[in-house]
């Protein structure tokens, strides 16, 4: 039986009709935010080689000091040894992520190029599922039309995708993990039950093993879940105290831990001293001084292995603390100038057009954040004040110790929601009258 011909114009006006058919299915789906992000996290990585980490410094680059805590776990040591030498048992490092690459290094090598490739694909899952409370937070705050938007920009941006792909951190984590819990504060209104809260205190117990700075946004999410939950007339106090209580449950261990090794209680980790050093001191410009950090210099790090690594501490801490009680002026200034480079980038050796492209790339985005933000408050949009609270906490640490564009990535899924909500704000303030009024019928 002779086959029918297609003609060419029906074909032709087929595959124009698929990819809107695909986008009109896909701009809503979860499941090709995730894919189409983590796709090409992968190729960004196979394709540039990411997983190739400089050998010269024995791997260090391959994941710093956690590298070196995962190497000393894998080979039997446990927590410990940051720096170079076997200096002992380390609290330098919150736990979660050293033993995520332990767990790597144990299955496929120590500091090998498969394990790289495998910590940077879980890294590149946590980012791609970032897109997920993106799309979630946008929705409820500023409509589906940005919500869309901004989780699709998330998958697709380029620079979204430079710290899963070449930092073995905890940063695209520390990302995903502050995105959603914002998105559960936001939602705890609308449910009941013990559930919401279970998962609160499981999220915020992993965020702290994770990375500690994150809980400065706890009090401020606790008492927003309280607050609205009581102008709904539901009762919240029995639901805080079992999220405290899991809460304190995931980290009695590693804080016992600690005391058995160090005599003392401190809250997951206890560098805090030498970071304020090396933001705080003689030559300080308000930068980060890499030059006193026992990674790279050898006094400092002879200082660290005859000391102890909380006599180190200590004497770093002391060091900062004297410096500023000499000169509030000068601290404050510092401060301030920490305050511009963690919103506008910190000053950093390369290229000219490269160093200028990202200082440009970052206060533009903080343009439209602050903006974006003056402006989702003024309309009294849902969740503004959360927003608010946010950006006036998260930060705070580093404007004392020092700015690092890493620091901002945590903050960068809800930066991406306010900027691109200001530019549908533009939009709808540049279309005619009649045209916006119809779409919000």
Known sequence: MPQTAIPPQQTTTASKNALPHWWSEARTSFFWMFVVGFVLRAAYILLLHTYKFRIADDHFGFGWEMGRVARAIASGRGFSDPFDGLTGPTAWEPPLYPYVIAGIFKLFGTYSNLSAIVLLLIN???????????????RRCFGEKVAVWSAWFWSLFPYVMYWCTRW?????????????????????????????????????GIAALNSPVLVSFLPVTVLWAWYHRRRRGKRSLSGIALAAVIFIACMTPWTIRNYRV??????????????????????????????????????????????????????????????????????????????????????????????????????TS?????????????????????????????????????????????LEPLIFLLGIFLISEMEIRRRPIGEVASETR
């Open 124 to 138: 590149s899952i946590f980012s791609a599922l970032t897109s997920i409370p993106i799309f979630l937070i946008g």
């Open 168 to 204: 073995v951190w905890e940063t695209s984590l520390s990302a995903l993990l502050l995105t959603t819990i914002f998105w559960l504060a936001l939602d705890f209104e609308s449910r009941d039950g013990l559930k919401p809260w279970v998962q609160f205190g499981l999220l915020w």
């Open 262 to 363: 160090f005599g003392r209680f401190f809250f997951v980790r206890d560098n805090f001293g030498v970071e304020l050093r090396l933001g705080n001191g003689p030559g300080a410009d308000g930068t980060w001084m890499a030059y006193l950090h026992p990674s790279a210099s050898i006094f400092a790090l002879h200082q660290y292995q005859t000391m102890g690594e909380s006599s180190y501490i200590q004497m770093r801490r002391q060091q900062a603390v004297e410096f500023i009680k000499q000169d509030i002026g000068r601290f404050a200034w510092l401060c301030t100038k920490r305050f511009i480079y963690y919103w506008s980038s910190s000053p950093r050796p390369g290229p000219w057009w490269s160093v200028h492209a990202r200082r440009s790339l970052f206060l």
């Open 366 to 410: 903080s343009i439209l954040l602050f903006w974006g933000l003056g402006r989702s408050v003024r309309k009294r949009k849902p969740g503004a004040i959360l927003f608010l609270l946010l950006f006036l906490t998260f930060p705070d640490v580093y404007y004392v110790v020092f700015p690092h564009p890493r620091y901002r990535h945590p």
